[in-house]
């Protein structure tokens, strides 16, 4: 069935160090890929997305590309702060995961926590 | 700026109660979620629903109900709660789903629900 895989946590990362939590998925259909992050005490929020093979969703300083030949939607950070201490979700939206109503919905991963220290 | 708010952060209910979680969106979304989430599993679907009075199973439904009487509020019910409904509790809402472009769903703070 459909599912997504990420990295377990935590990652523990030193001010301005390269970030990349790996994120692999499986899927019918061609999906739609986003990451998510929660921030301590926080709900959900959409950090990007894309919609396509090869497109690469970028925000914050975020990106990921979507890699249909590898099934892999990355996340990568070149330099990372303190406020960047998260927990990221790795979710996939299938047209094929229909609701009766004809309507599709998301599947997560587990989450991968980052801690970022001064 | 959009919200959804969750009726408490934190709640502490006995073995066999009935527990009420509300949820209320202020941004006219059709969409409305009911999630729970886990160390390890991230975020399973309960319940959805796409209209008032119009909800779909998700994919752990078993011991719980909802309602949506109105098109801002989706409420959460747990007949008799279990120590195994101990967990955080996520609502969402989203304006649109289907087709190849999925929208984006807007989440509240949860709420911690603890079963004694």
């Known amino acids: 069935g459909n599912s997504v895989t990420q990295m377990e946590g935590p990652v523990t990362l030193s001010e301005e160090a390269f970030l990349t939590i790996n994120c692999t998925y499986t899927a019918t259909g061609y999906p739609s890929l986003f990451w998510y992050v929660q921030y301590p005490g926080e709900g959900l929020q959409l950090l990007l997305k894309a919609t396509k093979a090869d497109d690469k969703g970028s925000n914050k300083g975020f990106e990921a590309t979507y890699r249909k030949e590898t099934t892999s939607f990355h996340l990568e950070k070149g330099s990372v702060q303190v406020s960047d201490s998260a927990v990221y979700f790795c979710a996939l939206s299938d047209q094929t995961l229909m609701f009766s109503g004809g309507y599709n919905k998301l599947i997560f991963g587990a989450g991968t926590r980052l801690a970022v220290h001064p | 700026d959009v919200k959804v708010t969750q009726s408490s952060r934190y709640l502490v209910k006995r073995t066999g109660e009935k527990v009420f979680l509300e949820c209320v969106q202020d941004m006219d979304h059709e969409n409305m979620f009911w999630y729970r989430q886990d160390p390890g599993l991230g975020l399973r679907l309960i319940y959805f629903?796409?209209?008032?009075?119009?909800?779909e199973k998700g994919d752990i439904p078993e011991g719980y109900s909802v309602s949506r009487e109105k098109k801002e509020r989706f409420s959460l019910i747990l007949e008799s709660a279990s120590t195994n409904q101990t967990s955080m509790y996520l609502c969402a809402s989203s304006l649109v789903l289907g087709g190849p472009w999925m929208d984006e769903q807007y989440f509240g703070p949860g709420t911690r629900l603890t079963v004694t």
């Open positions: 629903s796409y209209d008032v009075k119009m909800k």
